[in-house]
């Protein structure tokens, strides 16, 4: 018996040892992991600052002089991700698939697409945007998208919510518009 428990000792101490070199290894893998991130944050940080400085990367070149900014100035938003909202598409015409092809214009452009059907009234001429409260900017870019010779933008409202329903950030209430003008 005492074999038995010889072996088992000089197990339990293997394993012990191993344990900790495997402890060391994943702290080393942490600590590179963690050096990596923070050369990214600070390596874009730098490159932010360039931009906002207008560096234009030719270290010797003269800056070329910036406009006067005016004393109010707009603060432009930052371009949306497509597909980290939802847009329902609703046909406002007789045309049937109308709402249909412009859901797959947009879906081409990756945005991710709720509901797809009919609004409420039947006889709308021009496309409108509806947006949800806080994502107007989201709405502008859609509105590009679907290249609608008029687009208006409005916030939702209630009909338009219902049907569109809850998770749509963006409803495109499709007009007559959109059967003349060719899509992409």
Request: no cysteine; hydrophobic share 45%.
């Amino acid at each position: 018996m005492t074999d038995f428990f010889a072996d088992l000792e000089q197990q339990l101490i293997g394993a012990t040892a191993e344990r900790a070199h495997r402890v060391r290894r994943a702290r080393a893998r942490r600590s590179a992991t963690l050096a990596t991130v923070l050369l990214a944050v600070v390596a874009g940080g730098a490159g932010l600052a360039a931009a906002l400085a207008g560096s234009d990367g030719d270290h010797g070149a003269p800056a070329a002089p910036t406009p006067t900014a005016a004393p109010h100035t707009i603060a432009i938003a930052p371009p949306t991700r497509p597909g980290t909202f939802t847009v329902a598409v609703l046909n406002g015409t007789r045309v049937p698939g109308l709402a249909r092809g412009v859901a797959n214009v947009l879906q081409n452009r990756n945005y991710k697409i709720g509901t797809v059907t009919n609004a409420a009234e039947q006889g709308r001429a021009a496309t409108t945007v509806e947006y949800a409260p806080g994502h107007r900017a989201e709405a502008t870019e859609v509105a590009a998208a679907i290249t609608a010779p008029t687009t208006t933008l409005r916030p939702i409202d209630h009909a338009t919510r219902t049907i569109a329903g809850r998770l749509a950030k963006v409803v495109v209430l499709v007009g007559s518009d959109q059967a003349a003008s060719p899509q992409p």
